[in-house]
Every structure is written in C-alpha cells, then in structure tokens.
C-alpha cells in the first residue's frame, strides 16, 4: 500500500485498526527512507513527495496519539452515545 496525502486521508486513518495504523506508519516511513536515499544519490525526481510522506507520518503519529490520550476512539469501538443514538 503506498502511503501519500492523496492515498491516506485523516478520514480514512480514523477507520483503520491499530495493526493497520502501525503497519502504515512502518510503509511510510520505508518510503521515507526510499525518497532519502534517492535524494542523497541524485535520482529523486519528485522533491514534494518528500514532503507529502512527512506530513502523512506526523497524521499517523497525530491519529495513534489521539487514541492514546482518548480523543480519538477505535474504530468499531461502541460508546454509550453511538448506542443511544442507535435506539432512540
């Protein structure tokens, strides 16, 4: 799965998993590495994308912090008022 802003919205990062969050985070940051190495080497052809993996890490790393501190809640994850809403 490539990983970019186009690819991964904040929407989308809010319905996956925790497994599936962690193992977006470990792509996107392969792909980091990729885009360096290309750059430190002369082959790089597009520069913003350098950018777009950074800004789509720090979403991943924004998101999986949301959840540790309970701002945001996993996905499929019923509260009490999902639950009265679905009643009432």
Same mark, same amino acid.
Request: charged share 35%.
């Given at each position: 799965m490539a990983v970019g802003s186009k690819d991964l919205t904040p929407e989308q990062l809010r319905g996956l998993e925790a497994d599936a969050l962690a193992d977006a985070l470990a792509a996107a940051k392969k792909e980091l590495f990729n885009l360096r190495f290309q750059s /430190?080497?002369?082959?790089? $052809?597009?520069?913003? #994308?350098?950018?777009?993996?950074?800004?789509?890490? /720090?979403?991943?790393?924004? $998101?999986?912090?949301? #959840?540790?501190?309970?701002?945001?809640r996993e996905p499929g994850a019923d509260t009490e008022e999902t639950t009265k809403e679905k009643v009432g």
């Open positions: /430190a080497t002369g082959q790089l $052809e597009s520069h913003g #994308r350098l950018r777009a993996v950074r800004k789509d890490i /720090a979403r991943i790393y924004t $998101e999986m912090n949301e #959840r540790k501190l309970g701002i945001g």
